[in-house]
């Protein structure tokens, strides 16, 4: 199946790791010129030779805080107007409404919420003034599977959804496709990490870290890749008409709710 993405322009934010490498990965692989946007230049560099081999061709590298106030408006500048934006940066602390204060929960939201909302703002402005263009915000389960030990993702996740909704839900009219990729747990190398050090405390055994996914459908997590795909057909012209939504990509994890717990 044809994607009609080579030559495409894409910007990925949070991309030189996890998700978003695969993401920006699965964009080259399809002929795609793709921007990899991250905070370090050292970790850019790394992803590329990575994903494009030591030419690096059609790759291009913008160490940038999505965090920070104009970072948006400095991209757009940099970049130009892409035919598709992945909204990916940013990772949310776990812990509950008494353990992650005021300061921690803002610094999380400023990168994920914010930041997301600051790069539609700037980058569909410029995609309806074109007449079209795609963005894909990348958001997280726990916008529905809601836990309070991870109030600040859950919370966060949730107004994602809901800000991708109501901006997809009109957005179409003047060209441009607003819609949400969400990701149950996904074996990133982070995730993974994490896993291996708690089976090393519980069982003296880092092997076993997998069976923290025992209670998950297959009894794993997904891939990147496997996010990385839904992420690129949506971003094709084969879902020209999806728009507004949010594709959960959970192997029905998030439906996986007992009737008597």
Not at 3 to 29: E, P, W
Not at 155 to 161: E, F, G, S, V
Not at 190 to 217: C, G, H, I, K
Not at 221 to 240: G, L, P, Q, W, Y
Request: with cysteine; charged share 20%; aromatic share 8%.
């Amino acid at each position: 199946m044809d994607l009609a993405l080579k030559n495409k322009s894409i910007l990925v934010t949070g991309a030189s790791k996890g998700i978003g490498k695969a993401i920006a990965q699965g964009f080259y692989d399809e002929g795609g010129n793709v921007h990899l946007i991250s905070r370090t230049m050292g970790n850019l560099e790394t992803a590329a030779s990575e994903i494009a081999g030591p030419e690096r061709s059609r790759i291009y590298l913008h160490a940038q805080d999505i965090s920070a106030n104009g970072a948006a408006e400095k991209l757009l500048y940099t970049t130009g107007v892409p035919d598709i934006l992945i909204n990916n940066a940013g990772a949310i602390p776990g812990g509950n409404l008494q353990t992650i204060n005021e300061e921690r929960w803002r610094e999380s939201w400023e990168l994920k919420v914010f930041g997301y909302i600051n790069m539609c703002r700037i980058y569909l402005n410029a995609m309806t003034k074109r007449g079209n263009g795609v963005i894909i915000n990348v958001t997280g389960l726990a916008a529905d599977r809601f836990d309070a030990g991870y109030v600040a993702g859950t919370t966060a996740n949730a107004a994602l959804n809901a800000f991708t909704k109501a901006i997809g839900s009109k957005s179409l009219n003047q060209g441009v496709r607003v819609l949400a990729v969400s990701p149950g747990p996904v074996a990133t190398d982070r995730l993974v990490n994490l896993m291996r050090a708690q089976a090393l405390t519980e069982f003296e055994d880092s092997e076993r870290w997998e069976t923290y996914f025992n209670t998950l459908p297959s009894s794993r997590a997904a891939t990147t890749k496997e996010i990385a795909d839904v992420v690129i057909f949506m971003a094709s012209e084969r879902a020209n008409f999806i728009s507004g939504t949010v594709i959960n990509v959970d192997g029905g994890h998030g439906s996986n709710i007992p009737v008597f717990p």
